[in-house]
């Protein structure tokens, strides 16, 4: 079974700052790592996915994520943030094999302050 | 740009109600999936299904839940009998190979 551990709950900064929102997570098997921004009251969005190939990727609005298989996480970064991106985010993993199901950690709120 | 939506977007039932939501997946995706998520709490996985029939399924989605894709666009979970407990955001999801689309989800309201 999968589990993923998103530590910080809620991550406040300023404009223009950079971020890092940490997401650790635990698998017997290979997986799949994805990161999710959820705007308030709408769905869920994909921000970036490692599936295979180069550890750090890249995603839509600037963000990148590294993944690193000895430390088993997958941080999430952006080195300017802006007002808008002020929103919960989700790190979530499948295995790579059956149906991909998505198990999910319980998000962090980022606060853009101005 | 194809997108998953999802009917209604808010359902207000009375417990012990039966209920069902609907979502239309992206049309040539091939795996769907139930996932909910309680007011300030993470999302939870609930149930895949592929081929017409379901590949996964967590615990919470016991004898009271059921899914069916009954026609080549829509698909559907039922609650048989609502309980307060249920009151969550639905998301539908479907996918093609790993990359899951969500739609914006339909808001359970039990009273």
């Known amino acids: 079974a999968q589990s993923v551990t998103q530590l910080d709950s809620q991550v406040p900064v300023f404009e223009e700052a950079p971020v890092e929102l940490r997401c650790n997570y635990s698998?017997?098997?290979?997986?799949?790592l994805f990161w999710y921004v959820q705007y308030p009251n709408q769905g869920l969005q994909l921000l970036l996915k490692y599936l295979s190939g180069s550890t750090l990727v890249k995603g839509i609005n600037g963000f990148e994520a590294e993944f690193n298989k000895s430390q088993t996480s997958f941080h999430l970064r952006k080195p300017s943030v802006h007002i808008s991106d002020t929103a919960e985010y989700f790190c979530?993993?499948?295995?790579?094999?059956?149906?991909?199901?998505?198990?999910f950690g319980t998000g962090t709120r980022l606060t853009v302050i101005p | 740009e194809p997108e998953v939506t999802q009917t209604p977007s808010h359902q207000v039932t009375q417990m012990g109600q039966e209920v069902i939501l609907r979502c239309v997946p992206i049309s040539n995706h091939l795996y769907f999936y139930w996932y909910r998520q309680i007011l300030g709490q993470k999302v939870e996985f609930l149930v895949s299904f592929y081929n017409n029939e379901i590949s996964e399924k967590s615990e919470i989605f016991d004898d009271q839940f059921s899914v069916e894709r009954p026609d080549g666009s829509n698909f559907t979970l039922k609650i048989r009998s609502t309980k307060l407990e249920d009151s969550a955001m639905y998301f539908c999801a479907s996918s093609l190979r790993t990359q899951q689309f969500f739609g914006p989800g339909t808001r359970l309201t039990v009273l």
């Open positions: 979530a993993v499948s295995d790579q094999a059956g149906a991909n199901n998505l198990f």
């Open positions: 698998s017997s098997v290979s997986v799949y």
